[in-house]
């Protein structure tokens, strides 16, 4: 009750009287401001509260922020990003995929995360708790698997938790000169290098 501003005070006899915000009268149950809350989909009795499904939580974050940088990788894997670069510039269209528009299916994804997987742990020397850096098959649910969640979601998580230490994996995996790999945006801009050469890896 004290979330929506609902005072209460004690009486004798463990029994409560409440008060709605803005009113002055006293009620025996809280449960008399159903009708005020309904707009918010409030249900005092059971004391929940739902949530609409075309609701979505938007945020802007500055990546270089400490308090960013060291947040939890499992909490990142459940949000989606967009990756916004400082010269508005935007990678390359996809060519990878039966389709050959940067979509993999079902399949496609998972053979593509298996071989990502084998590619981390091969360079598990350059990765601080590797158990935490494995793709499952959710870490994109949607399907088929676009470009755009590639780029924002599955790169981005590449390079800010699995290969934040150290780059030289995925420069050796590209074969780019160390110096055109600097930024998260060149990384975006080699995704059809970046899924090619996964695709291939051995």
Known sequence: MESIGVEEKPLANEQFEYKFPGEEKWKKSYLTFQGRVNGLNLNLKEQSIKIPPNLSILCTMNTSDNS????????????????????????????????????????????????????????????????????????????????????????????????????????????????KLVTFGDFTKLHNVFVNKIMSYN
Request: aromatic share 16%; glycine share 4%.
């Open 68 to 179: 960013i940088y060291f947040m939890d990788s499992a909490f990142k894997r459940r949000w989606d990003w967009e990756f916004i670069n400082w010269d508005k510039t935007k990678p390359p269209k996809g060519n990878y995929g039966k389709e050959q528009n940067g979509t993999l299916d079902e399949q496609e994804w998972f053979d593509f995360i298996k071989k990502l997987n084998d590619f981390i742990k091969s360079n598990h020397a350059s990765i601080r708790g590797i158990e935490d850096k494995q793709i499952g098959e959710y870490f994109i649910k949607e399907r088929p698997v676009t470009s755009t969640q590639i780029q924002n979601k599955l790169m981005f998580f590449m390079w800010d938790s699995v290969f934040n230490r150290d780059k030289k994996p995925l420069v050796n995996l590209l074969q780019v000169n160390k110096d």
